[in-house]
């Protein structure tokens, strides 16, 4: 079946140390996005790509960084710089091209600072 | 700037209930708007949507109607049940690539 797979589900960090969360699609998607979720702040968007080797920041880029090598993958690593990592984190991806149709979201993964 | 204003929550409803979410938008041009539902744990999920002016999405009992002169996009249900308890986002994409979230509201039914 089609879809984004995000992974891990849950994720424990220690402070001071980077992270990286996985996101693949095989929905042969051209546009990929991470989004920020906090209780009562609805979503926020991180960075998002329109197309391989090619990415944009968002609203809430600092303290984060993203690679796209490849159409399928769209990691997101949370480095040491960003002051409030905790929160859930959804991946999701489009056709791209605008306008916009739909947005497909993977399961998120939830990630802890202890 | 662009934005969504949704009504806040928590809703909390009996079974067989009407429900209604109002959903607000600021943009220029026409944006597609859009619907959609997180449960417990999961990502989102696309509810129904609209692309043009007096579209109508529908989906699961679930409507909503693009209404331009009004700017709003409001989440309708006849009669809800246990299963609908989840967290409604109100979304709107235009032509650059982001797509824009209203704060969500959740909503809880009781039997």
């Known amino acids: 079946d089609g879809g984004i797979t995000q992974s891990p589900k849950y994720l424990f960090r220690k402070e001071g140390q980077n992270v990286t969360l996985s996101c693949e699609q095989n929905?042969?998607?051209?546009?990929m996005y991470w989004y920020r979720q906090d209780p009562g702040q609805g979503l926020r968007l991180i960075y998002y790509?329109?197309?391989?080797?090619?990415?944009q920041k968002g609203d809430i880029a600092e303290g984060y960084s993203v690679s796209r090598e490849k159409k399928e993958s769209f990691p997101l690593t949370v480095t040491s710089a960003q002051k409030n990592p905790t929160a859930f984190y959804l991946c999701a991806s489009s056709i791209g091209g605008g306008p916009w149709t739909e947005a497909f979201f993977g399961q998120g993964t939830r990630l802890t600072v202890v | 700037g662009d934005s969504v204003t949704q009504m806040e929550g928590p809703v909390t409803l009996s079974e067989e209930a009407f429900l209604t979410i109002n959903c607000t938008y600021t943009a220029t041009g026409y944006p597609s708007l859009f619907w959609y539902v997180q449960y417990p744990g999961e990502g989102l999920q696309l509810l129904l949507k609209?692309?043009?002016?007096?579209d109508k999405g529908s989906n699961k009992g679930f409507e909503a109607t693009y209404r331009k002169e009004t700017t709003s996009f409001h989440l309708e249900k006849g009669s809800v049940q246990v299963s609908d308890s989840a967290v409604y986002f109100c979304a709107w994409g235009g032509n650059d690539y982001k797509l824009s979230f209203g704060a969500g509201t959740t909503v809880t039914v009781r039997a």
């Open positions: 790509s329109q197309i391989v080797n090619d990415f």
């Open positions: 609209a692309t043009k002016a007096d």
């Open positions: 929905l042969n998607h051209d546009a």
